[in-house]
């Protein structure tokens, strides 16, 4: 696609880059954030993205006087856009967390505040980039803070929205559909596609359009249950990682990357991988009740922190890769036959 569309990203300010952008109704090129294929720059109207403002406004109370505070960086679509609509708002982007009145952070980088200590009560928490656990909101909620959570892309913008995974619902004038599987969106905040061909974007007649993430919608709650492909086989049984990192998440109330592992006999072994290492026995001992025979990691390890993404997210590949190479040592049952029997 041939574009005359503002590189945002290459200006000296982003951000005004964008608001001049739309104040001359032009396009602009932003970058998805490469989780699961590599970065692509996507075109959309300025307007696009400043259509929605009014809506998060309200969702989120981001307007004069308050304080947003950014720590990840303008690179990722999420960031460079809660930024705008900061600046737009009337709102101050701040360098750091002290006297702020909001956030916008991923769920990684949601559990290292709350590790390190960071004051966060009062402060309204907008997460996104991955799936927020209804434990790290608790977590956060403990802390004082207001949490709400959207699910989107940046082909898409928004898709969904609420407190945290388990309740998410349809954005304002966003229209969902599951289709085999698949979540399909319509919405007047949808991007035009990439410059460069490709990618998994991809429209219908209808004005529908998906990035190929795979979901369910039961009573207006969108479950989203990631991309197509995310499984282990082992044994000939195709276990969803997804639904195994579900029940591990519930068990543990910590989060959890669910992998497979090669396995010269079975293929692939499932393995799960924690930063809580007190979370990873507990679940390790009650994991029986909560999984089918095949679902049930076979390899457990532990790391001290998540490997991460330029945008922020939980890098999912270099986790996989980092237990396939060896590099990380399974953690073993706490003491010979102590869980004879279990993964």
Do not use: K
């Given at each position: 696609m041939r574009s005359d569309a503002v590189d945002v990203l290459g200006a000296t300010d982003p951000v005004a880059a964008a608001l001049a952008a739309y104040a001359d109704g032009r396009?602009?090129?932003?970058?998805?954030?490469?989780?699961?294929?590599?970065?692509?720059?996507?075109?959309?109207?300025a307007a696009s993205w400043v259509d929605s403002f009014p809506t998060v406004s309200r969702l989120t109370g981001i307007g004069p006087g308050s304080r947003v505070w950014l720590p990840g960086?303008?690179?990722?679509?999420?960031?460079l856009f809660a930024a705008v609509h900061a600046r737009f708002a009337g709102a101050d982007v701040v360098p750091s967390p002290s006297g702020a009145t909001h956030a916008c952070l991923t769920p990684t980088a949601l559990i290292g505040v709350l590790s390190d200590g960071v004051d966060v009560a009062g402060m309204h928490l907008v997460i996104a980039g991955d799936r927020l656990g209804r434990p790290l909101a608790r977590r956060a909620a403990a802390?004082?803070?207001?949490?709400?959570?959207?699910?989107?892309?940046?082909?898409l913008s928004f898709v969904a929205w609420g407190s945290d995974e388990e309740d998410l619902r349809a954005f304002p004038g966003v229209e969902l559909q599951?289709?085999?599987?698949?979540?399909?969106?319509?919405?007047?905040?949808?991007?035009?596609?990439?410059?460069a061909p490709g990618g998994?974007?991809?429209?219908?007649?209808?004005?529908?359009?998906t990035v190929g993430d795979r979901g369910r919608l039961t009573g207006?709650?969108?479950?989203?249950?990631?991309?197509?492909g995310e499984a282990v086989l082992t044994g000939g049984a195709t276990v969803l990682v997804d639904d195994v990192e579900q029940a591990l998440r519930r068990v543990?109330?910590?989060?959890?990357?669910?992998?497979?592992?090669?396995?010269?006999?079975?293929?692939?072994?499932?393995?799960?991988?924690?930063?809580?290492?007190?979370?990873?026995t507990a679940t390790r001992t009650a994991v029986k009740a909560e999984l089918a025979p095949a679902q049930r990691p076979r390899r457990w390890f532990h790391v001290p922190s998540w490997p991460t993404t330029a945008g922020g997210k939980v890098d999912r590949a270099a986790i996989a890769e980092l237990a396939a190479s060896g590099r990380l040592t399974p953690v073993p049952r706490a003491a010979p036959g102590s869980d004879r029997g279990a993964p």
């Open positions: 396009r602009i090129s932003v970058r998805t954030s490469g989780t699961t294929t590599r970065p692509r720059a996507v075109v959309r109207t960086p303008l690179t990722a679509s999420m960031n802390a004082g803070a207001r949490t709400c959570h959207y699910y989107g892309a940046a082909e599951i289709r085999d599987g698949v979540i399909w969106v319509r919405s007047p905040y949808l991007s035009q596609g990439y410059l998994p974007f991809s429209t219908t007649p209808d004005g529908f359009a207006g709650v969108l479950s989203v249950t990631g991309r197509g543990a109330g910590a989060e959890v990357v669910v992998v497979g592992v090669a396995h010269p006999r079975l293929g692939q072994l499932v393995a799960a991988v924690f930063t809580d290492y007190a979370a990873l």
